[in-house]
């Protein structure tokens, strides 16, 4: 069974960092394409990153490209994503998801909050 | 960026009825490789969401027949027959053809 769990939200000041983990089982996890999706708080989806399989190519909108990083380590079947300079906009519920049916998101995690505020 | 617009915002359905929701994109998803990278997601209530619907109209393991999805180039639709109490929640559309992918706003399916 996919399982997809993700950690590492919480509150956080505008202008200070967090990184979130996603821990992947269930599958190979260095055979597929992971990303990123957010959901602001009642509002609709977000699609923030998208790593390789390898890590060497990473894809990002304009709203977080130079201030977040999606990494990966296939060794220990994990995701990353490095949130920096954050703003109040960025708060949202982050998902992790494991791309597949071509560029679609097969599975997803249950998501961990994450609040930007002062 | 694509702009995926999809209606109507809200669909009220009675249990066993049928409805269909409509996706159109701001260009076409019909990517160079010939593949269109439309998907369909549903979100229920509390849940995060789950994949419906991939490449316009294939179903995803699990998805009951109920579901179909159909359409090309900038217009789609998914259907829903056969309403059952587990199909309400809020439907999204996606587009992965062209960076930055992109989401629809989404359609809420309530009970009539």
């Known amino acids: 069974e996919v399982q997809l769990v993700e950690s590492g939200g919480g509150l956080v000041q505008p202008g200070r960092s967090l990184k979130l983990s996603c821990a992947a089982s269930?599958?190979?996890?260095?055979?597929?394409?992971m990303a990123w999706v957010r959901q602001a708080p009642k509002k609709g989806l977000e699609w923030v990153a998208t790593i390789s399989t390898s890590g060497s190519r990473t894809y990002y909108p304009d709203s977080v490209k130079g201030r977040f990083t999606i990494s990966r380590d296939n060794a220990k079947s994990s995701l990353y994503l490095q949130m920096n300079s954050l703003k109040s906009e960025d708060t949202a519920t982050y998902y992790c998801a494991r791309v597949a049916e071509g560029r679609g998101f097969a599975y997803w995690g249950q998501g961990t909050l994450v609040t930007v505020s002062s | 960026d694509v702009v995926m617009t999809q209606t109507p915002v809200s669909l009220s359905v009675s249990l066993g009825g049928q409805t269909s929701i409509s996706c159109r994109s701001s260009q076409s998803l019909v990517h160079s490789d010939g593949n269109t990278y439309l998907y369909w997601y549903l979100q229920k209530p509390g849940q995060s969401p789950q994949l419906l619907i991939y490449k316009v109209s294939n179903r995803f393991s699990g998805v009951p027949d109920r579901f179909s999805g159909s359409g090309s180039g900038t217009d789609f639709t998914l259907k829903i027959s056969r309403v059952e109490p587990e199909d309400l929640g809020v439907y999204y559309c996606?587009?992965?053809?062209?960076?930055?992918?992109?989401f629809g706003g989404g359609t809420k399916l309530e009970l009539k």
């Open positions: 269930g599958f190979t996890f260095s055979n597929y394409y």
């Open positions: 996606y587009q992965g053809t062209h960076y930055p992918w992109t």
